[in-house]
């Protein structure tokens, strides 16, 4: 696969600093296996923005990542670590919808707006990656229901529109799955917002 890329990066050196680089953060179990380079190549060309190898793989740099797997197959810790090649100004939080759940609970609507238009006193919205999309529920704030990361995809992808805001996701949902939890408007948006990565379903859990 590496000597198929034509880029001016090593994949190689990039994979074992990867590599290094997740011990440090995870401990020594952590392991970038080879079967999972097909995906890790993409994140890396995508991250690194090396634009003939994202050509190569039909990677668009000015849409964001949805990286799609079974629970367990690594999604989260490769995102985590992407960060760290990733340029300055495409920087990105990672976030738990989870989190993001539990927080509407508390202070309700204006979260959708602190995770979509951006921070409540900052102008500049900000890139995230939501991770594990499908693990939050549908929530309900002074007794009304709300499909939090639904609205808050809708909302980002106005500002995708008008201003080029990257939204990434990592979800162990399929496409299906997420037209069923949020609704055919979120996925056919998704379509436009994101390249799909996807590992394949018989990856095994690493946990």
């Known amino acids: 696969m590496e000597n198929e890329i034509k880029s001016h990066y090593s ?4 994979i074992n600093w990867l590599q290094a680089k997740g011990v440090e953060l ?12 097909p995906i890790v190549y993409k994140l890396i060309a995508y991250s690194l923005r090396d634009e003939p190898t ?38 990105f939080s990672v976030k738990p919808c989870r989190d993001i759940s539990f927080e509407f609970i508390q202070d309700g609507y204006q979260i959708i707006h602190k995770y979509s238009i951006g921070k409540l006193y900052q102008s500049e919205p900000r890139t995230y990656c939501f991770d594990d999309l499908g693990t939050e529920n549908n929530l309900k704030y002074f007794g009304n229901e709300c499909n939090v990361m639904a609205e808050i995809l809708l909302s980002r992808y106005d500002l995708f529109i008008s201003k080029k805001l990257k939204t990434h996701i990592t979800t162990n949902l399929s496409a299906t799955e997420i037209e069923t939890h949020y609704g055919n408007r979120v996925r056919s948006r998704l379509r436009e917002m994101v390249n799909l990565i996807a590992y394949d379903k018989s ?3 690493k946990r």
Do not use: A, R
């Not at 994949?11 to 990039?14: C, D, R």
């Not at 995870?26 to 380079?37: L, M, P, S």
């Not at 690594?74 to 760290?84: D, E, I």
């Open 11 to 14: 994949y190689t050196e990039v």
């Open 26 to 37: 995870y401990g020594n179990h952590f392991k970038i296996v080879e079967t999972d380079y």
């Open 54 to 91: 994202c050509f190569q793989y039909g990677i668009n740099l000015n849409k964001g990542i949805l990286l799609s797997g079974p629970i367990g197959c690594g999604k989260t810790s490769l995102m985590n670590l992407m960060k760290y090649l990733t340029p300055t100004e495409y920087k």
């Open 203 to 205: 990856t095994l859990d």
